[in-house]
Structure formats: C-alpha cells, structure tokens
C-alpha cells in the first residue's frame, strides 16, 4: 500500500507519518520509485502500537522511540518487558535516595511470596517507595506486606499470562504496556470502590 493508503487504514496523518519514519520510529517502505514506497502490514501494526502509547498510555516520543529500538534491535523478551515496565510505570523516576541502601522490604516480600530474589527496577522502587512512607512515620509492618504482596500475586498472575502470550514484537509491546497502563488503574479504581464499601458500612452502622 502506499502512504496514502497507510494513512487511511491507520486514521495517522502523512505528516505524522513522515515524521514516523524520520525519527525511526517506523521502518522505511520498500522503494519503488524515487519519491514512492510500498508500506505492508508491519507498518500498519507499528502505527497503532505508536498511537496506542501516545494516546492511551502518554508516552512521549522519545520514551516510544527507546522501547521501539530496543524491540528492532531484538533485544530478549525479558528485557524488552522490564523496559517497557520501568517506561509506563514511572519506575526509572522514583527517587533512590530512600531506596538504594535498602533492601529490606523487597527481601521481606520475596520471601513471602517465594519469587525469584534477584534486583529489578520493580524491586528497587518499592524499596524506596516503603523507606519514604517510613521516613514520613507510615509505618508497614510485615503482616501488611504479606496481605498486600498475596493479593497482587494473584493479579500479576493473570496478567504476565496474557502479556507473554504474542509472538509478534509490536503486539507484545501493545499488550504489555497497555496492560500495565489500564490494568493498573484497574486495580486502583477496585481499590478505591472496595475502600469506599468498607467505609460506608462501618459508619453506616455508626450513624
């Protein structure tokens, strides 16, 4: 198909198209003539994995272009997902002023939950995350992380299910950081509906 086409299949403008290919964000068509080239599948596919991490996760282009690099340079799968984790989640922004030095909530939770103890942004930003919460006098006490950490394994569960799943790069980024994006709003919206119920029956009976 030619870019015209592209366009129109995709719903993405032939300046932004351009732009796409400029930055290598896209791979280039296939020439066939000196101002013509010939787009296929792949370029529909990326398309939508690049409108879909600017519009419904807002990724940035140069967070896009990072993850887009690493999946043409073919990187391993477990590599590419922890990316693409740290990207949509913020992990590369927490401070580590409150975690680096310690490791005591990550071996707490590893330990309860029998995971694989080895370093992760995952593990370090909850590190920092709990030595802040310490440092502001929130105590978390083991009981706590146990309760927490069991509830979301079950969910991570479900999850790393259908993230692994496609074999193709661009579904797999798709399907990872969409998932992460929306799935974890989820949980927090589920969250907030299950602490409003318990309020509301509590001082309900109080009332």
């Not at 802040?132 to 927490?148: F, I, K």
């Amino acid at each position: 198909m030619q870019l015209k086409e592209l366009s129109e299949r995709t719903g993405v403008s032939p300046a932004s198209i351009k732009f796409y290919l400029r930055e290598g964000l896209l791979p280039a068509g296939r020439s066939v003539h000196a101002t013509r080239a010939e787009y296929a599948e792949l370029h529909v596919s990326r398309l939508e994995l690049i409108q879909a991490l600017r519009r419904v996760v807002g990724l940035n282009i140069a967070q896009i272009g990072s993850l887009l690099r690493m999946a043409d340079d073919g990187v391993p799968r477990l590599e590419l997902l922890a990316a693409v984790q740290r990207t949509v989640l913020g992990l590369d922004a927490v401070g580590t002023e409150h975690g680096d030095m310690q490791s005591w909530a990550g071996d707490a939770v590893v330990r309860f939950r029998n995971w694989p103890d080895v370093p992760s942004d995952a593990r370090n930003s909850l590190n920092a995350h709990l030595a802040l919460m310490e440092s502001l006098g929130v105590q978390v006490p083991d009981t706590l992380l146990d309760a927490y950490s069991q509830a979301v394994d079950a969910i991570a569960t479900v999850d790393i299910s259908a993230t692994t799943a496609p074999d193709d790069v661009n579904e797999l980024i798709m399907t990872a950081a969409v998932g992460m994006h929306l799935h974890g709003q989820l949980v927090l919206k589920l969250l907030a509906l299950a602490q409003a119920s318990h309020a509301i029956r509590r001082y309900t009976k109080d009332a």
